[in-house]
């Protein structure tokens, strides 16, 4: 693969996390000559400080690439589909609700274009792929992943075969094959998807995502920090609450806050650090709260499939975040994570997935165990949409009343809707 190196980057190089051993920036994700630990992208912040501030930012595209000096890029030419710069949304009736007073929603469930966090990732990945010279990127896709990859690559004119678990969401199904790429529906779980797609990396040549691509990927993610304190005006919040899958995105949210500290653009604050997970997968929660300092693999068995990772890569690392930052990380099982959903569209006309599901029964949690301050403002991110996990909120959600086109029957079956409201309200009073 060809090497690029502009004398205008601000990318280093890739650097191992665990032992510091440097790489050059090209398709690696393990430190393969010293420890096997995962590399990171490291960038000259110097060279950052002097070509950004806050109105050069806010002077910049309206999605994630007003941030590219902080993304892993080294040429000019950036796969932009106006991916990123979500609503950043005040939630009044579910802080009302809830017992808070400062509440935040980040809206990535209307991502684009594939209306979830990912395509902030597959954005930044394919961009790096190309650059690195691949014609066909692959990745391990939970669902979302596939859609954003299959959807980004089209775009792009790039060739793309795409791997998943086959018991997924009718929706990630279709939401990925509309693109046209090979998909490759995988009889197993994500772990073995990944596992199978590992061997797929070093056979074929292709641009995983989210395996030898894996750094600069994950270095997506942080743009949900920077868009949080940017939208906050210029400041960071005090408490973030957000799903954890493999852990990525809670590592890079942390990231992405420390680097806008680091460069002066924002104040240093304590933000604290609270994740989500669905009971039938909850390794990281399992850790954390065990004390321990490394990851119990699972087999998941769950609805929120989106999160089902049961051998998370960064699973620790978010651990470690969560314990240093006086966070927490809690477990929700599959009933609280369909009335998180409900909960959410009740009061704030937001319809998620089961992976927003979860980290709203999450945050309910942790603010009845008194886990979340009511003066601190918090950030909850909302990371996928509704539309693509119908199946998991059917049989728990209302009927439409089926009326004749008459202005009587539409009377009658107003009566009777209030009779169910009024049924209800009883229901509750008892
Ligand atoms: C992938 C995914 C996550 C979590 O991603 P990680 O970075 O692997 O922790 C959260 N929410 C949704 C909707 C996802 O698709
Ligand atoms: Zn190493």
């Not at 590219?68 to 030419?77: C, K, S």
């Not at 961009?127 to 992943?145: D, I, K, P, Q, Y």
Request: with cysteine; proline share 4%.
């Amino acid at each position: 693969m060809t090497q690029t190196t502009l004398s205008t980057s601000t990318v280093k190089a890739l650097k191992c996390k665990e032992c510091g051993h440097e790489y050059d920036l090209g398709a690696k994700h393990v430190c393969e000559d010293v420890c096997f630990g995962p590399l990171e992208v490291v960038y000259d912040y110097d060279a950052i400080r002097q070509r950004v501030s806050r109105a050069t930012i806010e002077a910049g595209p309206n999605s994630i690439w007003r941030y590219r000096h902080f993304l892993p890029v080294t040429g000019e030419d950036v796969i932009d589909v106006g991916t990123g710069m979500t609503p950043l949304v005040e939630a009044k009736r579910l802080a009302r609700r809830l017992g808070l007073k400062k509440l935040f929603i980040k809206n990535d469930a209307v991502n684009m274009p594939t209306l979830s966090f990912k395509d902030r990732v597959v954005s930044v990945a394919l961009t790096r792929a190309r650059e690195l010279g691949f014609s066909t990127v692959s990745c391990a896709s939970t669902g979302n992943l596939a859609n954003s990859t299959a959807a980004i690559a089209a775009h792009a004119g790039l060739d793309c075969c795409v791997f998943i678990p086959a018991d997924l969401e009718a929706g990630k199904v279709l939401g990925t094959l509309i693109y046209n790429p090979t998909l490759m529906a995988v009889k197993g779980n994500y772990d073995q998807v990944n596992r199978l797609c590992s061997e797929v990396a070093n056979t074929h040549g292709w641009g995983f995502v989210n395996i030898n691509l894996r750094p600069y990927y994950s270095e997506g993610s942080k743009t949900l920090g920077y868009e949080v304190a940017e939208q906050l005006g210029w400041q960071l919040p005090d408490h973030i609450v957000a799903p954890l899958a493999s852990g990525s995105l809670f590592t890079k949210i942390y990231k992405g806050f420390r680097e806008f500290v680091d460069v002066g653009l924002v104040d240093d604050k304590a933000v604290r650090f609270s994740g989500a997970q669905a009971e039938g997968c909850s390794p990281i929660a399992k850790a954390f709260h065990e004390g321990r300092d490394f990851i119990a693999p699972e087999k998941p068995n769950t609805i929120a499939k989106s999160i089902a990772i049961g051998n998370p890569a960064d699973g620790i690392y978010a651990v470690e975040i969560a314990r240093k930052t006086g966070g927490n990380i809690e477990a929700v099982n599959d009933t609280e994570i369909i009335e998180g959903i409900k909960l959410l569209a009740e009061t704030e006309g937001i319809f998620t997935e089961t992976a927003g599901g979860t980290t709203v029964a999450v945050l309910k949690k942790l603010v009845e165990a008194g886990k979340i301050n009511p003066d601190e403002t918090t950030v909850v991110y909302i990371t996928g949409n509704g539309l693509k996990t119908q199946e998991a909120v059917q049989g728990y959600i209302a009927e439409p009343f089926t009326i004749e086109p008459k202005l009587e029957s539409f009377e009658h079956a107003l009566e009777r809707s209030r009779t169910l409201d009024r049924l209800e309200w009883q229901q509750v009073l008892i």
